[in-house]
């Protein structure tokens, strides 16, 4: 990734690689200030039967692994140790989760984890909040999840923000939804995004062919327009979406109005991005846009088999990069990020980002991942 991650727009871990207007800068500024107060990470789980289809995503080694991945970064994130399974999720190539990462820099940032459920095959044995019990089929049907149920889930998500920025300074959010890559890429194309070769992916080479073909599939299956899916956005999630979706995107939108949200992640979160600004304009209902942000790690901003700066001009989202390097760590595992494994998950990359804007430089932050490293992968077997 090397110089990709250096450039004027600079702060500290942080490359600014979109913003539009100025608004990404005065969202940095914002939430260096607010990190000084109480914040909130906020880790929406969510499945679709659209994982289940090898080639797809790197979230878990096999089919059935991928549908309890969620459910195990949850019990990581939240414990430091696994109980619905023996061990961490690993990909395929048996690079760890990245919740080792996310979970690194919350306890140096001293930022609690709050886990919502909108929809998973297994809830996680941790305390967490349900919003959903429903998965989404693949979204090659068209119908990926029933319109009644997104639209319960986007005001379950309202409500949900409108009770944290009452009691926080910020808000971050972050996802784990194996297979939602190709979710996001159905969103976007639903809300007419010309994206198909613009999404990373936890492989380290995307299958956009692939990804294509599931979505145009389930398009073709649902049988709306841009336009219909404009003026009603929830029906783009109810088509080819997943559940996540939707409870992110009423959270930003709830939360937003009042204190920073920071999304976590890559091309998923500037699909929520994308379906806020959706729902903005169908609703009418005006958005401090300054108030919110994408930001993700360099392997996915500057993924060689992807284009996510060019996304996030399409979308106009502001977006940043955190640019660890992960060459200095101690462990393989770690290191193997570089090579472009894995690259993103749990908010990994907003969460590092947050780190580095609290005021800890990167080599806190690399022994803070290297140490939780030790402590849950190595003393684990």
């Known amino acids: 990734m090397g110089d990709t991650c250096h450039s004027k727009g600079d702060t500290g871990l942080l490359s600014l690689v979109n913003d539009p207007s100025g608004r990404l800068r005065r969202f ?5 200030v607010a990190a000084k107060g109480r914040g909130r990470f906020v880790l929406c789980l969510g499945s679709t039967r659209t994982s289940d289809i090898e080639g797809v995503s790197a979230a878990g080694a096999t089919p059935a692994a991928r549908r309890l991945t969620p459910a195990i970064d949850a019990e990581a994130l939240v414990l430091g140790r696994t109980v619905s399974q023996e061990k ?63 639209g319960s889930l986007f005001e379950s998500g ?9 009691e926080h300074d910020f808000l971050v959010v972050g996802e784990c939804v194996p297979g939602g890559t190709t979710t996001a890429l159905g969103v976007l194309s639903a809300l007419g995004v010309e994206a198909r070769d613009f999404l990373s992916s936890s492989l380290p080479a995307a299958n956009h062919d692939l990804r294509a073909r599931l979505v145009r599939q389930g398009l073709d299956s649902c049988r709306l327009s ?33 204190i920073p949200v920071l999304l976590a992640g890559g091309s998923q979160m500037m699909a929520v991005y994308a379906l806020v600004r959706a ?26 088999c992807a284009r996510s700066a060019e996304l996030s001009r399409l979308v106009e989202v502001p977006f940043a990069a955190s640019c660890p390097d992960f060459h200095l760590s101690r462990h393989e595992g770690l290191r193997a ?7 993103e998950g749990v908010g990994a990359g ?19 991942i290297d140490r939780t490293y030790d402590e849950m992968v190595l003393s684990s077997g």
């Open 28 to 32: 940095v500024e914002r939430l260096a």
């Open 158 to 166: 309202l409500k949900i923000g409108r009770q944290l920025c009452q």
């Open 279 to 304: 729902l903005s304009d169908s609703m009418a209902q005006p958005v401090p846009w300054e108030n919110i942000a994408v930001m993700t790690t360099k392997w996915v901003a500057f993924d060689p």
């Open 88 to 150: 961490l999720p690993v990909s395929p190539a048996g690079i760890v989760s990245p919740v080792v990462i996310t979970r690194a820099a919350l306890g140096l940032c001293g930022v609690g984890a709050l886990v919502v459920d909108c929809g998973s095959f297994q809830p996680p044995a941790v305390e967490h909040t349900t919003m959903g019990v429903s998965v989404s089929q693949c979204l090659s049907t068209g119908q990926a999840l029933s319109l009644e149920n997104v």
């Open 226 to 258: 841009t336009e219909e899916f404009k003026a009603q956005p929830l029906s783009a999630v109810a088509a080819v979406g997943d559940p996540m979706q939707p409870v992110a995107a009423g959270i930003a939108l709830s939360v937003s109005s009042r």
């Open 337 to 343: 990020y570089e090579q472009g494994n894995v690259k």
């Open 350 to 368: 907003g969460a590092m980002a947050l780190c580095s804007l609290s005021g800890f430089a990167a080599g806190e932050i690399m022994e803070a």
